[in-house]
Structure formats: structure tokens, C-alpha cells
């Protein structure tokens, strides 16, 4: 009976094709840019839930459109990461992203402590979303250079194409914040105090 060489294995783990063979040459950077890969898929399926419960959270159907809207790309974000992962030989894989875990539950709390059907509750939410698109921004602003310095440039190519896909969601939310939401916020604010100085007065 043949038996397998080393080299016929070495590709191989339990029975299973291993994506990369050569994870122990990497060098730092590239494991590090691997790891930031990992963050980013595991922030963004957690985000997928977050943004149905922000969608459903909102006041004004702007916002709700506009989470909606965010919730598919957010989608299409999610494959084109497990597409960077096939480009460069590695399996899809999330890894636990602290600081995406901290930015939704700062919005969990957003929603827990503003009243429902509010205006104040949509300005709060975009602030939340802001902060969230901003850690993104960031990060896949880095992964970019990063994949261009590798040389791998058709992930730095689907990397900035999310990237942009992040800058155009944060104008969006500003765009709504200071059209009507801010602004109406204030006024309910305004409402909310005349009316407690009514009341009082009455005692």
C-alpha cells in the first residue's frame, strides 16, 4: 500500500484542504493585516444586526431609509471581504472586534435611553452610526495602504471600494442630521421645557 508523503499532506489539516499552507512565513505585517481582515468580517456581520434594530429604532423614514439602505450594502461589504480572503489565500474567518462590540452597544444604550418616536432618539442614532462608519473609515482606510505595501493591489482595489462606500454613508447621515433632524430635535427640546414650566406654573 502507498502511503502519503509529507509534501502530499502538508496542504491538509484534519482531512481538509487548508487555505494557506505558508501561515508561518508570514511576515508581521502581513499577519497583521490578515488579523485587521478578521476584525473587519466579524464587525461587519455584527453590524448587520445592530442596523435592524437601529432601522427599527428610527423616527423619521429618512433615517430608516437610510439604515436600510446602509443594511445592504453592509451586505454586499461582507462578500467582497470573503472575496479579499479568497484573493490572498485565506479562509473567511471573523475574529472578536472589541471596538465594534463597544460602538453597538453604545447605540443599544442610545435606544434605551431616548423615547420612542422621537426626534432626539434619531439625532442620538446618527451620532451613533457616525462614530460606527468612522472606526471603518479608519480601519479600511489602513487596510488599503496596507494591501498596496504587500503588493496585493486588487484587494487594495475591493478594499477602497468599501472604503468610499463608508465615506458616502457618513455624508449621508450628516446630510440628514443638519436638514431637518437636529433641528427638530431642538424644537421638541424647546416643546418638552415650555411645557414643564406650564405645569409648574399651575402649582
Keep these: 500500500m502507498a ?3 509529507a509534501s502530499s499532506t502538508a496542504g491538509q489539516t484534519n482531512g481538509k484542504t487548508a487555505y494557506s499552507n505558508g501561515q508561518n512565513k508570514e511576515n508581521p505585517l502581513e499577519k497583521f493585516f490578515h488579523d485587521q481582515l478578521k476584525d473587519m468580517y466579524y464587525a461587519e456581520q455584527q453590524l448587520l444586526k445592530a442596523l435592524n434594530e437601529m432601522k427599527s429604532a428610527s423616527t423619521t423614514e429618512e433615517l430608516e431609509d437610510a439604515f436600510d439602505e446602509h ?3 453592509t ?3 461582507v462578500k467582497r471581504l470573503e472575496k479579499v480572503f479568497s484573493i490572498i489565500g485565506q ?3 471573523g475574529k472578536k ?3 465594534m462590540d463597544g460602538l453597538i452597544k453604545e447605540g443599544k444604550t442610545i435606544i434605551s ?3 420612542e418616536g422621537t426626534m432626539t432618539r434619531d439625532a442620538a442614532l446618527i451620532i451613533a452610526a457616525q462614530k460606527i462608519e468612522h472606526y471603518e473609515i479608519a480601519t479600511y482606510g489602513g487596510l488599503v495602504a496596507l494591501a498596496l505595501t504587500l503588493g496585493k493591489h486588487r484587494a487594495a482595489e475591493l478594499l477602497d471600494k468599501t472604503l468610499q462606500e463608508e465615506h458616502d454613508t457618513d455624508d449621508k447621515l450628516t446630510d440628514i442630521a443638519e436638514s431637518c433632524v437636529n433641528f427638530e430635535a431642538e424644537e ?3 416643546k418638552s421645557e415650555h411645557s414643564m414650566d406650564t405645569s409648574s406654573s399651575n402649582f
Design 3 to 5: 502511503t502519503k508523503t
Design 71 to 73: 443594511l445592504k450594502q
Design 75 to 77: 451586505e454586499r461589504q
Design 91 to 93: 479562509k473567511p474567518e
Design 97 to 99: 472586534c472589541e471596538a
Design 113 to 115: 435611553e431616548t423615547k
Design 188 to 190: 421638541e427640546d424647546e
